[in-house]
């Protein structure tokens, strides 16, 4: 199936936590379900996440424009376009990216999809646990803080 630049709208989420971030979700319209495909665009200021790791779910980032900082267990890094970042499943990098630049910053994410994941946020000691549809998330002691389904 053939998707077309402007075929996927975009998702624009602004908070304060977060900044704004625009997403356009090219796999889901082209139907593919055992991976995500997104280019998101990080507006000046705006991150991706909390800092974060997953055991079963791999994450490709492949930088498209603009200067984006990747923030990892080890410190930050500064990619720039054709520069891409590999998260493993199962390694304990915690990571997210910010635009700390004046200008937009776009990126291609690509991440499996999986039924069972345990995500954890180190910074925050929480950890996300997702089982088919329903999630919760857990604070250090185990107490669980919130919960839902998909």
């Known amino acids: 199936m053939i998707v077309r630049k402007d075929e996927p709208a975009v998702e624009r989420e602004s908070s304060e936590a977060f900044g704004t971030v ?12 055992q991976y995500g ?11 991706s996440s909390d800092r974060h790791w ?3 779910e791999d994450e490709f980032l492949y930088v498209l424009s603009g200067e984006l ?6 410190g930050e890094k500064i990619l720039r376009p054709g520069d891409a970042a590999c ?3 199962g390694v304990p990098n915690a990571h997210h990216v910010s635009n700390r630049s004046n200008a937009p910053c776009s990126y291609l994410i690509v991440g499996t999809r999986v039924t069972h994941d345990v995500c954890h946020y180190p910074d925050l000691g929480r950890t996300l646990y997702t089982e ?3 999630w919760r998330i857990e604070d250090a ?3 669980v803080i919130k919960s839902g389904r998909v």
């Open 22 to 33: 625009d997403t356009k979700r090219y796999s889901d319209a082209g139907g593919i379900t």
């Open 37 to 47: 495909g997104y280019v998101q665009t990080l507006q000046p200021g705006a991150r």
């Open 54 to 56: 997953h055991e079963e």
């Open 69 to 74: 900082t990747v923030t990892e267990n080890d």
């Open 87 to 89: 998260w493993p499943a």
């Open 132 to 134: 088919g549809d329903v």
């Open 141 to 143: 002691d185990g107490q």
